[in-house]
């Protein structure tokens, strides 16, 4: 079974601009979870959806969005990049993305806003 | 608030065990995680253990859960240089849904 893909891999954006992050889940995962990891702040919780819809959310502004297609597969967007989002974006995808459920991890999109 | 913490550094001989600590504040919590992280790489599960559970073992990897103190380690026997990585302690608590809280990282460098 295919594990967690995000693409792109690698990305470098100029402040101001937006960017678009993709993660596909493991085949029959429906959960799907998006983690910021900088050295100063460590791993940080975004958000998660379930079933085309955001059911937890971490405390960022509103720049960080997301959404959940009806196969599951999610995409990020953050606007208005600042230097500070300079980041591994890391997304998780889980069964049914209840507290019992393990969460397994992609290789991460590395983003650096110049 | 909840909170996560390790140590965030540990170096170790080859074929030494390891032992990395972490203490957590949230008593719901339902699982908790160890993950691995290598230079360049994303996460990788390594094991869990339920919270009604005082230890689990997995081949090489022993974790010990103290809940009552809200201490949790994982021992990591005959240790070997590709173990070498940041090991990450994560909680999931009730009703956090894909929520997971981290700790900050150790560091682990073993040494030939």
């Known amino acids: 079974k295919a594990g967690v893909t995000q693409t792109p891999r690698y990305l470098i954006k100029t402040r101001g601009q937006q960017v678009t992050l993709s993660c596909s889940p493991i085949s029959g995962h429906r959960s799907v979870s998006w983690y910021q990891q900088t050295p100063g702040q460590g791993l940080q919780f975004l958000f998660e959806y379930f079933s085309e819809t955001q059911r937890n959310k971490g405390n960022f502004p509103g720049r960080f969005s997301g959404r959940q297609f009806s196969n599951s597969r999610s995409e990020m967007n953050v606007s208005t990049l600042e230097l500070g989002d300079s980041a591994l974006y890391l997304c998780?995808?889980?069964?049914?993305?209840?507290?019992?459920?393990?969460?397994?991890f992609g290789p991460g999109t590395r983003l650096t806003v110049l | 608030g909840e909170d996560v913490e390790q140590s965030l550094f540990l170096s170790v001989r080859e074929g030494d065990s390891s032992v990395i600590n972490c203490t957590y504040t949230d008593s719901s919590s339902t699982y908790l995680y160890w993950y691995k992280q290598e230079p360049g790489a994303g996460l990788q599960l390594l094991t869990y253990?339920?919270?009604?559970?005082d230890m689990k073992q997995d081949q090489r990897l022993t974790v010990l859960l103290n809940k009552k103190d809200k201490h949790l380690s994982l021992r990591i026997a005959d240790t070997q240089t590709g173990d070498s990585a940041i090991y990450f302690c994560?909680?999931?608590?009730?009703?956090?849904?894909?929520?997971?809280?981290f700790g900050q990282g150790t560091e682990l460098s073993v040494k030939p």
């Open positions: 253990i339920f919270s009604n559970m």
């Open positions: 994560a909680e999931s608590g009730d009703n956090q849904g894909g929520k997971l809280i």
């Open positions: 998780a995808s889980s069964l049914g993305g209840i507290s019992t459920d393990t969460q397994y």
